[in-house]
C-alpha cells in the first residue's frame, strides 16, 4: 500500500474499468464520497460490484470492460475494450455534441427510466440499459416529532435547476424571521441564493437577512450528513429534474417527509409531499436545452405550510415508507440486474 492509501480510495486491477467522473475517486478522501452526485455513485457502485465479485479499477487499460460514467463528451476507453456509456440527465434534449459519442458506444446506460426514454427519443437507440442508485442502511430511518425549531433542509446550490432560491423565496415569504421555523441551505462551497426588495434590488444573502436562515458551506464528511438530514425535520426540493436523485431517496431512507417534485424519479411513490410541476421549455438552454419540470411558487408555499400543519401525520407515513425504501433500493438488490449484465458481457468476452 502507498502512503495515501489510508486516506484516499486505491484499487487492484479488475474485470471493468471505471474512468471520466470516477476518476475523481482517485482523489476522494475517505468519508467524503458524498460531495459529488457521480463521487457518490462511482464509490457506490464499485462497493456494489466488489460484493458480487466483479472486481474494478480506475482508468485502466487492463480491464475488459470499460464503463465511464458522465457527459457523453467526455467518455474514455482503452483499444479493445467492451464500451459501456454510463450518464444520468435532466431535461428533454441533449447538449451539442453528444450524439455522435452515444451513438458510438457498445451500450449506453442510464440512471433511471426517465433518463432513458430521453435517450431514446433523442439518439434513436432502444436498447438502453438502466441501471438505477441505491441507498446504504447508515441512512437509517428515524422517527421524528415537532421540536421547538421546525427546521426545513434544501440541498443543492449552486446549481440553478435545485431550485434553492425558490424555497428561500418561499420560506421567507411563509415565516419571515420566525425564529420557530429555520432553513438550512446545504451548500457545494458557493450560494447564489438572494434577498431581494420589491424594486428588485439586492439586499444580500438570506442569512444576512435572516436570522433563522442557516447556510452551510463547508465539505461534509458522510457522517455529518448523515446526522444533518437526521436533524432535519423537512426536505424541500422542488428541483427541476433530476438523473437520479440522491438527496430525495436519501431524505425519504430517513424517514423525513419530503417534498419533491416527482415526474423524473423512479421512486415517486415514496415522495411523501409530491410537488406540483409543469414541463416548459428551459429558461437555461445552455445548461439544460429542451424543456423542465418548473414550479410555481405559491404550489411550493402551499405544500411546505401544508406539511407544517400536518406533520404527524406525514412523518409517521415517511416512516413507514423509509422501510420499503431501504428493501427497494439496497444498493445490491438494484445492482443484480447489472451484475448478470456484466457477467454476460464477461463470459462472451472470454469465450
Known sequence: ??????????????????????????????????????????????????????????????????????????????????????????????????IDPMLSVDELWATSQWTA??????????????YKHGITMDWSPLKRNR?????????????????GQLVVDAFTQLFGNDDSFQLILKVSSINTTRVYAPDGSILGSPDSNYKNIKIIDDYLSHEQMIHLYHRSNAMVYPTMGE?????????????????????????????????????TTSEYPMLHPGKIYNVDISDLINSMSNLVDNYDKYSKIAYKNSFKVHMDYDWDRVTEPTEKRIKKILKSRAS
Open 1 to 98: 500500500m502507498d502512503s495515501l492509501s489510508t486516506q484516499c480510495y486505491t484499487f487492484s486491477m479488475g474485470d471493468v474499468s471505471f474512468t471520466t467522473a470516477a476518476e475523481n475517486m482517485k482523489k476522494m478522501v475517505q468519508g467524503y464520497h458524498d460531495i459529488m452526485g457521480y463521487g457518490h455513485a462511482s464509490y457506490e457502485i464499485i462497493n456494489a460490484f466488489e460484493r458480487a465479485n466483479i472486481s474494478s479499477e480506475i482508468d485502466s487499460d487492463n480491464c475488459p470492460i470499460g464503463i465511464s460514467m458522465g457527459f457523453p463528451t467526455d467518455y474514455k476507453f482503452y483499444p479493445g475494450q467492451y464500451r459501456i456509456g454510463y450518464t444520468a440527465w435532466e431535461s428533454t434534449e441533449l447538449k451539442d455534441g453528444w
Open 117 to 130: 426514454d430521453v435517450f431514446k427519443n433523442t439518439t434513436g437507440r432502444e436498447d438502453i440499459f438502466v
Open 147 to 163: 421540536s421547538d425549531v421546525f427546521r426545513f433542509l434544501h440541498i443543492g446550490e449552486p446549481q440553478v435547476r435545485k431550485n
Open 243 to 279: 438523473g437520479f436523485g440522491f438527496m430525495p431517496l436519501q431524505s425519504l431512507a430517513t424517514g423525513m417527509p419530503t417534498i419533491s417534485t416527482y415526474d423524473w424519479a423512479d421512486y415517486k411513490e415514496y415522495i411523501t409531499n409530491p410537488l406540483n410541476s409543469t414541463l
